[in-house]
């Protein structure tokens, strides 16, 4: 059974589902059904690059790969903004106030490290079980609560026509409109994400991504291991006269465990990721 990744690049105008829907058409017309298919991070429609996408038992995998670093390349637009805090979205208000680039590279410092970021109003986020851009749509008055996200470095890259350029490191989860929106508040004016691209996810990089339509010609080789997408994470093999104990969940305590959460390996394969709990072990998610 397929378990692994394939890094999607992702063009513009395509939701991240779409492309879910894409790779399993793909995997059926190459002959394998009935496998389960899910995105890594949702990546704006408008937005481009890096989508991993997991294969199998690897879509169990999110929560360990969903907040590693990723990289952005992005485009802001001052002096105006957009209800969705795009370019596809309509404008809502007009700014006179155009900053400098003196004035831009000012600011940066102010807008990274840990940040309580408040997502826009048109994201994905949920709102008492609805979507908050269904919500925004239909014009109803709502409230997203600030989360922390971590911004590594905002790295500013020059004018690009009447737009600013950046390349943005970052934690999963943070929203680059929200950054073009809170660093246009801190200049005094209005701003917008005119486009973004993502160059890297964790190990995904876009030098090594595949569009849709490439990977028509041919998938199965490039799928990527989850073990080579797992390699942050500390090793441990369970010694072998516990691994029936192990593997049938039994709390079993062994010496030696890494602290937090590891690479569990049975006879030399990869079962999935574990913890140790109070000493004991606990698988929290199973591979085979």
Same mark, same amino acid.
């Given at each position: 059974?397929?378990?692994?990744?394939?890094?999607?690049? %992702?063009?513009?105008?395509?939701?991240?589902?779409?492309?879910?829907?894409?790779?399993?058409?793909?995997?059926?017309?190459?002959?394998?059904?009935?496998?389960?298919?899910?995105?890594?991070?949702?990546?704006?429609?408008?937005?481009?690059?890096?989508?991993?996408?997991?294969?199998?038992?690897?879509?169990?995998?999110?929560?360990?790969?969903?907040?590693?670093?990723?990289?952005?390349?992005?485009? =802001?637009? =001052?002096?105006?903004?957009?209800?969705?805090?795009?370019?596809?979205?309509?404008?809502? &208000?007009?700014?006179?106030?155009?900053?400098?680039?003196?004035?831009?590279?000012?600011?940066?410092?102010?807008?990274?490290?840990?940040?309580?970021?408040?997502?826009?109003?048109?994201?994905?986020?949920?709102?008492?079980?609805?979507?908050?851009?269904?919500?925004?749509?239909?014009?109803?008055? =709502?409230?997203?609560?600030?989360?922390?996200?971590?911004?590594?470095?905002?790295?500013?890259?020059?004018?690009?026509?009447?737009?600013?350029?950046?390349?943005?490191?970052?934690?999963?989860?943070?929203?680059?409109?929200?950054? &073009?929106?809170?660093?246009?508040?801190?200049?005094?004016?209005?701003?917008?994400?005119?486009?973004?691209?993502?160059? %890297?996810?964790?190990? =995904?990089?876009?030098?090594?991504?595949?569009?849709?339509?490439?990977?028509?010609?041919?998938?199965?080789?490039?799928?990527?291991? &989850?073990?080579?997408?797992?390699?942050?994470?500390?090793?441990?093999?369970?010694?072998?006269?516990?691994?029936?104990?192990?593997?049938?969940?039994?709390?079993? %305590?062994?010496?030696?465990?890494?602290?937090?959460?590891?690479?569990?390996?049975?006879?030399?394969?990869?079962?999935?990721?574990?913890?140790?709990?109070?000493?004991?072990?606990?698988?929290?998610?199973?591979?085979?």
């Amino acid at each position: 059974m397929i378990c692994g990744f394939i890094n999607v690049c %992702k063009v513009k105008g395509m939701t991240s589902s779409r492309v879910v829907g894409k790779i399993k058409g793909i995997l059926r017309a190459q002959g394998i059904s009935g496998v389960k298919v899910g995105h890594m991070g949702t990546l704006d429609p408008d937005g481009e690059g890096v989508l991993p996408v997991a294969v199998g038992k690897a879509t169990r995998l999110f929560d360990y790969l969903s907040e590693k670093t990723k990289i952005y390349y992005t485009e =802001f637009v =001052f002096g105006k903004t957009t209800d969705t805090l795009d370019e596809s979205g309509k404008t809502v &208000a007009v700014s006179d106030m155009v900053p400098s680039e003196e004035e831009i590279t000012a600011v940066i410092p102010s807008l990274t490290g840990e940040k309580d970021q408040i997502p826009p109003m048109y994201s994905a986020k949920s709102v008492d079980g609805r979507r908050a851009y269904d919500l925004a749509r239909e014009g109803a008055e =709502f409230e997203l609560k600030p989360r922390k996200v971590r911004i590594d470095s905002i790295e500013y890259c020059g004018k690009v026509d009447d737009a600013f350029a950046f390349r943005i490191t970052c934690g999963g989860g943070t929203y680059i409109r929200s950054i &073009a929106r809170d660093m246009a508040t801190a200049l005094g004016t209005l701003g917008y994400m005119r486009y973004i691209r993502r160059e %890297k996810s964790g190990v =995904f990089a876009i030098a090594d991504s595949y569009t849709t339509e490439e990977l028509e010609t041919g998938i199965l080789d490039k799928i990527v291991s &989850a073990e080579s997408v797992l390699q942050d994470y500390p090793r441990y093999d369970c010694p072998e006269e516990k691994i029936v104990y192990v593997t049938n969940g039994v709390p079993v %305590k062994l010496k030696n465990m890494p602290e937090g959460a590891f690479r569990l390996y049975c006879s030399g394969a990869l079962v999935g990721m574990a913890e140790s709990v109070e000493g004991a072990i606990n698988i929290k998610t199973r591979l085979v």
